[in-house]
């Protein structure tokens, strides 16, 4: 499911990938990490410690990002998922995972517990990507992502280009209201405060507009029991939304802001679990 192609969901980027040794000497050796900037990560992986690169990957190159995982709300949420993905057997959530076997590649296990980790708590209920960067590594995931991880395929568009899409995309189709109605939630009647961010239904003519908490506990209906929703039908036009995509589109816009705070985040994190 899901678009194929280079497009991404708008706002910061948190991405969890994977590494595949080319070196003939160290092939099949493979390195999972976490990165807000997957082009600038790889070249530094494959420039050594000197150039910003992870020590377990230093010297061992050339090194090609076969897959990311992309989509976290959060840089914790994605080192999270990126911890578990290195340490399966230390992570209560992949307890039925099976050790690796003898004859099981380094890169088949570590598929394998990419397959588990995408339909267990809480990552199952994420709005995350599956990402092929390289077309000639990919493998049928067993069991496959739920329904509403997209499967997408190619390189990540420069995060600049992919904002300006879709904030052009997302103000063509904002609804034309006035003032009184933009001012009041869709669902309760309740005052819309602009530090809140209200959340907009993108297809055009959608007069929503709501309450993070309203809208939620309108999708949460059919699952009472959960306290983050995956999707839900608009209530003002009724098409099928995803809830990742509405979050990211309220947070759309300061990307250029943060570029500068995301690179040096990535440095901090991952010369903290490093060392």
């Not at 609804?175 to 530090?195: M, V």
Request: some cysteine; overall charge negative; glycine content about 8%.
């Amino acid at each position: 499911m899901g678009p194929a192609g280079n497009s991404v969901r708008p706002g910061r980027f948190f991405g969890v990938y994977l590494l595949y040794c080319l070196n003939p000497r160290n092939r099949g050796r493979v390195y999972v990490g976490f990165t807000v900037n997957p082009t600038r990560r790889v070249q530094q992986h494959n420039g050594g410690r000197k150039k910003g690169g992870a020590w377990r990957t230093s010297g061992r190159g050339p090194w090609e990002m076969v897959l990311i995982v992309h989509g976290f709300p959060s840089a914790v949420a994605a080192l999270r998922f990126e911890w578990a993905w290195q340490h399966p057997h230390s992570s209560r959530r992949l307890a039925d995972v099976a050790p690796r076997l003898r004859s099981e590649a380094a890169f088949a296990f570590h598929l394998r517990v990419l397959a588990h980790m995408l339909r267990v708590p809480p990552w199952t209920r994420l709005p995350l990507t599956l990402r092929w960067l390289r077309a000639d590594f990919r493998c049928e995931l067993c069991p496959p992502p739920p329904p509403h991880v997209p499967l997408s395929f190619g390189p990540l568009a420069p995060r600049s280009s992919a904002s300006k899409c879709h904030a052009s995309t997302f103000a063509d189709t904002e609804p034309q209201l006035d003032q009184d109605a933009k001012a009041c939630c869709s669902l309760c009647a309740g005052a819309l405060q602009d530090e809140e961010g209200p959340l907009c239904c993108p297809h055009p003519g959608c007069p929503l507009r709501a309450h993070m908490i309203c809208l939620a506990e309108e999708f949460l209906q059919e699952e009472p029991g959960q306290l983050l929703p995956l999707e839900g039908q608009c209530p003002g036009c009724k098409n099928s939304l995803l809830w990742g995509d509405l979050i990211c589109l309220c947070r759309m816009g300061t990307e250029e802001e943060e570029e500068e705070d995301l690179e040096s985040e990535e440095e901090h994190w991952t010369d903290m679990l490093e060392t």
